[in-house]
């Protein structure tokens, strides 16, 4: 039994062509962060390399700051943001928000060029954009500069049709249904 699963994975590594791929997580349903830290789980089982830059997200306390911690060092998260633009208690103003999102894309360009990660997840991006932190054009630009093997996924709603189309999977989670909308608050360890 064991054999059998030994000699079944020594031929999935052997099938892997190290290409990287262009992944994206869109669409209002929920999942699109918890779809990349799945690849984040599967990596690290294959003692890949993994980092994540987080748009947006930044201010709050949620369960990924702590798991990412027990990962280490296959797994690294920066939660670059300021929190969420606009709403709930968002205290900040837009500049402060896109002064963040500069930052992150600065740090996105040093991680690629260290060539230290198999794959680099940039949480919340398609949403940076969508809300004018920054251009789907410094989007283009960061998959124009991506190193040969590196694995991108690129998460968020509203993931530019530009990213779609240059993308190699892309995945629309759509929402059928949500707590929230019956009143019931986010639940720690599910929501974050």
Do not use: C
């Not at 992944?23 to 690290?44: E, M, P, Q, S």
């Not at 996924?153 to 993931?159: D, F, P, Q, S, W």
């Amino acid at each position: 039994m064991i054999l059998n699963y030994i000699s079944s994975t020594m031929k999935m590594r052997q099938m892997s062509t190290k290409k990287g791929l262009v992944i994206v997580y869109t669409g209002n349903g929920k999942g699109k962060t918890t779809a990349a830290l799945g690849i984040v789980l599967r990596a690290v089982g294959h003692g890949m390399k993994v980092g994540m830059i987080q748009f947006i997200k930044g201010e709050w306390y949620y369960g990924e700051l702590t798991s990412a911690r027990r990962l280490e060092p296959e797994f690294d998260l920066v939660a670059a943001g300021k929190g969420f633009v606009g709403i709930i208690d968002d205290d900040h103003h837009i500049q402060d928000h896109k002064n963040a999102a500069r930052v992150a894309l600065d740090l996105i360009r040093k991680k690629m060029s260290e060539k230290k990660y198999d794959i680099l997840i940039l949480d919340e991006i398609n949403y940076a954009a969508k809300i004018g932190l920054i251009s789907v054009s410094e989007m283009l630009d960061i998959l124009k500069r991506r190193p040969k093997g590196m694995t991108l996924v690129l998460t968020g709603n509203y993931a530019p049709q530009e990213i779609i189309d240059l993308a190699d999977l892309v995945t629309e989670m759509r929402e059928v249904k949500h707590p929230y909308k019956l009143g019931i608050k986010a639940e720690k360890g599910i929501d974050f």
